[in-house]
């Protein structure tokens, strides 16, 4: 995994990518180009050499802006003002990955109520109770968007919030999801939960997801 947390200027993409921008405002710009330093930057530690990350402008529009990852690497990237990273890994090891950075704050006025289920709302009272100054709805947000990431790799289909019911446990700094659709098959093992872990500190919520790949896989 690889982090900044300050946009960096003048990062050099390649065509593709800049072209994926071209119209993009400049903070959006920056955003793109400091995450993309981290995932060359986490890329290199595994030996992969640098290469445009760039969707492929396949599938349905929600799943266009999706990069394509390199051949036998999983990864997930995220940016939000104050942070920008990447996490990567050889599909030998782990099958997905997802993760997501978000501002310490509410979410949006009428957000919650799109995000929140019902058998939610105690686990809330709870992360409340034992962190007060925590925002509860952002973290479940967070966490719901790294599940997403790690999931859509895996079936090639939308995840909405209303499908999966996060709970965070509060003293651990993990949560776990229940799907309530079929979740993929990995290893020949159909999923119905997926594991992650969260942090709260310096005004940023950080969640993030890793299925791990078939032991007979890894042993290959």
């Known amino acids: 995994m690889a982090e900044l947390f300050d946009a960096v200027d003048g990062v050099e993409l390649f065509p593709q990518e800049a072209d994926a921008v071209a119209a993009a405002v400049e903070e959006r710009r920056r955003g793109f180009g400091s995450v993309r330093l981290c995932a060359r930057r986490a890329l290199a530690r595994l030996g992969v050499a640098p290469r445009p990350l760039v969707s492929d402008g396949r599938g349905p529009k929600w799943a266009r802006r999706a990069p394509c990852r390199p051949e036998g690497i999983v990864g997930s990237m995220t940016h939000c003002v104050g942070y920008h990273a990447a996490a990567v890994?050889?599909?030998?090891?782990?099958?997905?990955?997802?993760?997501?950075?978000?501002?310490?704050?509410?979410?949006?006025?009428?957000v919650r109520e799109l995000i929140v289920l019902p058998e939610e709302g105690?686990?809330?009272?709870?992360?409340?109770?034992?962190?007060?100054?925590?925002?509860?709805?952002?973290?479940?947000?967070?966490a719901e968007e790294s599940v997403y990431k790690a999931w859509f790799p895996l079936t090639g289909r939308w995840l909405d919030f209303g499908q999966c019911a996060?709970?965070?446990h509060p003293e651990r700094g993990t949560f776990t999801t229940a799907l309530k659709v079929p979740g993929p098959v990995v290893g020949g093992v159909r999923l119905d939960r997926f594991d992650g872990r969260w942090r709260v500190r310096n005004g940023l919520t950080v969640t993030a997801v890793a299925i791990s790949a078939p032991t007979s896989e890894r042993a290959g």
């Open 122 to 142: 105690s686990v809330l009272e709870r992360l409340g109770a034992a962190h007060p100054d925590l925002h509860g709805d952002r973290l479940l947000f967070s």
């Open 89 to 110: 890994a050889r599909d030998a090891s782990v099958a997905a990955v997802g993760v997501d950075a978000e501002p310490d704050e509410p979410v949006p006025e009428g």
């Open 166 to 168: 996060i709970t965070p």
